[in-house]
């Protein structure tokens, strides 16, 4: 069995849709388990009706739903004849579900509900492909896969229970493909329990996929992305990027780290347990070669370039003008964990501790208050951090020429620089 991942772009239009069929086409007669994200940028639309409704406002949040909902039936209506009512039902039942927790009052915590509303986009694309599949003659079955991917309450962020997960899959999803070659299910979503929604943190769906390879000994992991596969550096800034056509699990694992956009950092260790060969390949052109990433050393490769935009730098110095001691240190790690922070770059001094952050929502001015208890504090905001791994002086200085740099760490691989 193969598992196939198609992300946001992969499904965004009508034309990308029958993309997606004629790829599974192609792979006529083999099993295929197939891990979908939710349309285009569906996400974040969904992200901004969480929003408004935790805000209180619930005349906007439905608004933004309806556009949602929208578009949704508007596709399903380009894509089917045939199968378009039977679609329309569930994506009612779904649209539904979402509308009556709108027209709630929030009570619980934020992120709960963004779980509950933001799961529905993975729903939505994964109902409309399935029957859009059908419709075309290509026969599947459609997986809620809140029925099989069992995580903890922590949302947004939610941990797998691989025990429970692993079980369900074998007695769910196994058994499907004794009488069908196509699964089609969701990524990025799972379920507690008590049955609420959960999701895997954003760019979750390839995790999912991941997991289903793992349990289901897959003999491979494909990707679909709208670029060539894996490349050396964002083909959007840099024009000279290059594809880069094997690279090893440990290599993708600090890609991802330092924030290269490749694939979601969780995917790896779940093939790398059973070596199972992860194919990034572009859905607009499959006869491309992509990028193959296993379990094998490889040697000689480009300078990898990863740019961070909107970082911040957290400048704490002791009070007293004490060393920095284990006590303030672990205290601030504690921080970290319940601020759910993730420093991108820390480097401690005497007296001092420089820590450099995304800066998203409200979480820099957050650290920086608590930490203010420990720390004097100051904060720079609007900085870059460039990471390249496998550097060369010479790419270090071309890209560094006129720069104002606050803080540099370099280790035999890798050079971090934070700059203005
Ligand atoms: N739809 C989710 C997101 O946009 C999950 C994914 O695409 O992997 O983050
Ligand atoms: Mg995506």
Redesign the pocket.
């Known amino acids: 069995m193969k598992v196939f991942?198609f992300?946001?772009a992969s499904v965004s239009t009508v034309d990308r849709i029958h993309n997606v069929g004629n790829i599974l086409q192609e792979y006529n007669g083999e099993q295929l388990m197939v891990i979908i994200?939710?349309m285009g940028?569906?996400?974040?639309a969904l992200e901004k009706v969480a929003e408004a409704f935790y805000a209180g406002n619930t005349v906007e949040s439905l608004r933004l739903f309806d556009v949602i909902k929208q578009q949704h039936i508007t596709t399903a209506k380009y894509l089917l004849v045939t199968h378009y009512n039977a679609c329309l039902a569930k994506l009612t039942d779904f649209f539904t579900e979402v509308e009556w927790l709108l027209h709630d009052k929030p009570s619980k915590p934020y992120d709960y509900y963004y779980d509950q509303v933001?799961c529905v986009?993975?729903m939505l694309s994964t109902c409309i492909v399935s029957h859009y599949l059908r419709e075309t003659g290509i026969a599947n079955k459609w997986i809620d896969v809140r029925d099989v991917i069992r995580t903890d309450d922590n949302f947004r962020d939610a941990t797998i229970d691989w025990t429970v997960t692993e079980a369900k899959t074998k007695e769910w999803v196994q058994p499907l493909f004794r009488e069908n070659n196509i699964a089609i299910t969701q990524?990025?979503v799972g379920s507690t329990d008590e049955n609420e929604s959960t999701?895997?943190?954003?760019?979750?769906?390839?995790?999912?996929a991941a997991i289903f390879a793992n349990i289901l000994d897959a003999e491979s992991l494909t990707i679909w992305k709208d670029v060539e596969g894996v490349m050396n550096a964002d083909p959007k800034i840099f024009s000279d990027a290059q594809l880069i056509k094997e690279l090893s699990f440990a290599e993708v694992i600090e890609m991802a780290y330092y924030g290269a956009q490749v694939i979601?950092p969780k995917t790896i260790k779940p093939l790398q347990n059973k070596s199972i060969p992860l194919h990034v390949k572009c859905f607009l052109d499959i006869r491309l070669p992509g990028t193959i990433i296993y379990n094998k050393q490889v040697k000689n490769l480009p300078p990898i370039i990863i740019l961070k935009n909107n970082q911040a730098l957290l400048h704490l110095s002791t009070q007293d003008f004490s060393f920095v001691g284990e006590a303030p240190m672990s205290r601030l790690y504690n921080l970290f964990g319940q601020l759910k922070i993730k420093p991108n770059l820390i480097q401690t001094g005497a007296i001092n501790v420089q820590l450099c952050m995304d800066d998203k929502s409200d979480k820099t001015d957050q650290l920086a208050a608590e930490a203010s208890q420990l720390f004097d504090v100051q904060v720079v905001k609007n900085l870059t951090l460039l990471t390249i791994r496998h550097f060369t002086k010479d790419l270090m200085n071309t890209m560094l020429s006129g720069k104002n740099i606050l803080l540099q760490q370099q280790t035999k691989e890798t050079v971090q620089v934070l700059y203005v």
Not at 41 to 44: L, S, Y
């Open positions: 991942k992300g946001g994200s939710a940028k569906t996400t974040n933001v986009g993975e990524g990025f999701t895997l943190g954003r760019e979750g769906s390839d995790f999912t979601h």
